[in-house]
């Protein structure tokens, strides 16, 4: 236990203080803030483009027009129809654009004179005149075409995991970020796990570490901090997303509906207790499996160069996983995403992702973890060979036939 | 006391040990010689717990070493390593912790090894920033911080310049003075007889010699007899004790003669051959004994 202690502090406050963790954790954070922040810093100067009008009309027209679209415009000004528009005449009211409003027999032409014609809002001067025209063409009232044009869709929940559409929606963002953490952390920590092997095998340490401490401690101690890593870099992340996410306004739910990258939606219980320890389950899972099979073949190389070459093929599950685990929060009842939920290095993502959106019977969660554990200890039993033998392997790399070998040769 | 009996091992097809026995009194230095690829490393990694042996023990006081047995010995490979960015005090006290020392004792051993290997000046610098012939000497306060039991150096040497070889000497005895005991490889002949108490020589994975350097001699079947002048009369009064001739320089005659022979008749007779100036045993060096040893010269 005091060599585990003693290889897994090191090994944590060497990794801690490497410049690929920092720059890792902070240029995620960055991210983070970025997705969270930009488009609220951003929207009103996009919204705000072209949004200062001229209303160019008759008064009878302009009179009806100018509340309609003062709703999501700036009305800078009524001119009668006659007048001669150029850009003086936006100049001198301060207007981005001159709305043109004219009554023709089959309903109203609008025409807009730009400024810039880059940014015209034609959609919203169109949505806002829309009760306008359609009362010029069929002569209904005003208020009857509007209450036309604001009637709903209804939807009424029959689900028992979600009350409502919205909340639904929160739980499908907030499972679409998380899986998207899941992907990173997972990838992202297992190859520095497998570097951090290669690198000492590479600067010939593994030698005088294993000629003090049994090997199957260092790779299980190497295993953990790259886990414990993740967590960190998790909480960080999680933690920043969740101040982001609370100084802004609305509901926990809708400001996850709204943003799938907002974590506000924890706050608002958009997802249950169970799914969130279902997150972390799988989460532990899913990164002892891949980072112990990524340890126990990078004690194969002999180059950091080969790194690349042999991490490729590897990283196939974790990508298979992570798009059928998107597929799953889009459509969780199809049968390649019930099957993948009990696969191995694919069920991390694929039956989290499957909780999160839809009611999974618990002899299938219970299924999925005990299948997940016993690829575990397999898998943890096949890198141990490998590591065992491979960090004392030098020269050519190994072929497939020496793998054999080692993995059938007794302990 | 160390004992390595018959060990053998095997990698795929290749095998490198084939039959390996020696033993170690405790506090000694042995040294463990051999041509490249001879099986001395593996030899020293099989001792070391590092590869099982496929045949043969390898026992500690009597018993197979184990894991806390292991953490009381030391290490210095032959392929060197060290944490590149790691502060070279930072790793010598990180080896200290591994092999069982408290941070507090490890960090003031480890000073006091920093001092007396003259490497203060880089002691907060990143072991990679060091030359090769620092960093070794950082390896070896990693293995001998804890004041190891049994203590495996594979060619200390290599790579030291004479400086540094005399300091790392100086290390290896002062160790031996404290009863730690020593198994060394090395092609330098000349820094084991200083060292070594014992040796063993291996060549293509088998035990060909074992002993003090004594009993070596005493296994070796010809002494050289040196004697001048050089001449037909010696030549042939030698032939009586059946010497042959191994060769001339400077007008001195070299005779392989055997090693039972009775040295002091022998010199009585080649006084009454010839009016010699000079005679000579000349007791096989560690050099002679390991290229008989490994089949190189008779």
Redesign the interface.
């Known amino acids: 236990m005091?060599?585990f202690i003693?290889?897994y502090s090191?090994d944590l406050m060497?990794r801690i203080k490497?410049r690929p963790f920092i720059i890792g954790l902070v240029l995620g954070t960055l991210a983070i803030v970025a997705l969270l922040k930009l488009p609220t810093m951003l929207a009103p100067t996009i919204v705000s483009q072209g949004t200062n009008i001229l209303i160019v009309a008759d008064a009878p027209i302009a009179a009806q027009a100018r509340p309609l679209l003062s709703k999501t415009l700036t009305v800078r000004g009524v001119v009668p129809a006659s007048t001669k528009i150029d850009a003086a005449l936006l100049k001198r009211f301060d207007a981005d654009n001159a709305v043109s409003i004219q009554d023709v027999k089959t309903g109203i032409r609008i025409t807009i004179y730009a400024k810039n014609p880059t940014s015209v809002p034609s959609g919203r001067v169109r949505t806002a005149l829309l009760p306008l025209q359609v009362q010029h063409a069929t002569h209904l009232t005003n208020a009857q075409i509007t209450a036309a044009l604001d009637a709903r869709v209804e939807v009424r929940s029959l689900s028992t995991t979600f009350h409502s559409v919205h909340q639904a929606e929160a739980a499908q963002g907030l499972a679409m970020t998380l899986v998207v953490f899941l992907y990173i952390l997972v990838l992202v920590n297992s190859q520095f796990v497998m570097s951090a092997v290669a690198e000492?095998k590479t600067?010939?340490?593994?030698?005088?570490?294993?000629?003090?401490?049994?090997p199957m401690v260092l790779l299980v101690a190497k295993v953990l901090v790259g886990a414990t890593l993740s967590v960190l870099q998790l909480l960080v992340w999680v933690g920043i997303g969740i101040a982001l996410g609370s100084s802004g306004s609305g509901s926990g739910a809708s400001s996850a509906a709204a943003n799938p990258f907002s974590l506000a939606g924890l706050l608002g219980n958009t997802l249950s207790p169970e799914v969130i320890a279902a997150f972390i389950v799988f989460f532990i899972l899913g990164f002892l499996q891949i980072s112990t099979v990524f340890a126990g073949v990078a004690s194969l190389i002999n180059r950091t160069e080969d790194l690349g070459s042999i991490s490729g093929p590897m990283v196939i599950p974790t990508v298979a996983g992570y798009f059928i685990g998107i597929l799953a929060i889009n459509a969780p009842s199809l049968p390649v995403v019930t099957v993948t939920s009990f696969v191995p290095l694919l069920s991390p993502f694929v039956m989290f992702a499957r909780m999160a959106v839809t009611h999974v019977p618990t002899w299938e969660i219970a299924t999925s973890i005990a299948l997940n554990l016993l690829a575990l200890w397999g898998i943890a039993w096949f890198a141990g060979k490998l590591y065992r033998v491979g960090m004392?392997l030098?020269g050519r790399p190994p072929k497939f036939a020496?793998v054999w070998?080692i993995l059938r040769t007794p302990s | 006391m160390l004992s390595v009996e018959h060990i053998q091992k095997s990698f795929g097809s290749v095998q490198a040990l084939r039959d390996v026995s020696f033993s170690i009194g405790a506090g000694s230095v042995f040294g463990l010689l051999g041509p490249n690829g001879s099986g001395k490393t593996t030899t020293m990694r099989t001792i070391l717990n590092i590869l099982n042996p496929d045949a043969g023990q390898v026992t500690w006081n009597g018993k197979a070493i184990d894991r806390a047995m292991r953490r009381r010995f030391g290490y210095l490979p032959e392929e060197r390593g060290l944490y590149g960015k790691m502060a070279v005090r930072e790793q010598i006290i990180y080896f200290g912790r591994l092999h069982g020392l408290h941070e507090p004792e490890a960090a003031k051993r480890a000073d006091a090894w920093i001092e007396r290997l003259e490497i203060g000046t880089y002691a907060l610098r990143p072991a990679a920033e060091l030359s090769k012939g620092n960093q070794q000497k950082v390896q070896i306060a990693c293995a001998a911080l804890h004041e190891p039991e049994l203590l495996i150096l594979d060619e200390p040497f290599s790579g030291l310049d004479p400086v540094n070889a005399d300091i790392l000497l100086a290390v290896l005895l002062d160790l031996k003075a404290k009863g730690a005991t020593l198994v060394l490889s090395s092609h330098q002949m000349w820094q084991l007889e200083q060292l070594c108490t014992a040796y063993c020589v291996i060549n293509k994975g088998e035990t060909r010699a074992t002993g003090t350097l004594a009993e070596l001699r005493a296994a070796w079947p010809t002494r050289l007899v040196r004697v001048a002048p050089d001449s037909k009369a010696l030549r042939d009064a030698a032939a009586g004790f059946g010497a042959s001739v191994a060769g001339s320089e400077n007008g001195a005659l070299d005779l392989n003669v055997p090693a039972n022979s009775d040295f002091a008749a022998m010199l009585r007779t080649f006084v009454g051959a010839d009016s010699i100036v000079r005679f000579e045993v000349v007791e096989p060096s560690l050099h002679d004994i390991y290229l008989r040893a490994i089949g190189v010269a008779a």
């Open positions: 005091n060599d003693t290889v090191g060497r490497s000492e600067s010939r340490i593994a030698e005088l570490l294993i000629a003090t401490v049994d004392m030098y020496q070998e």
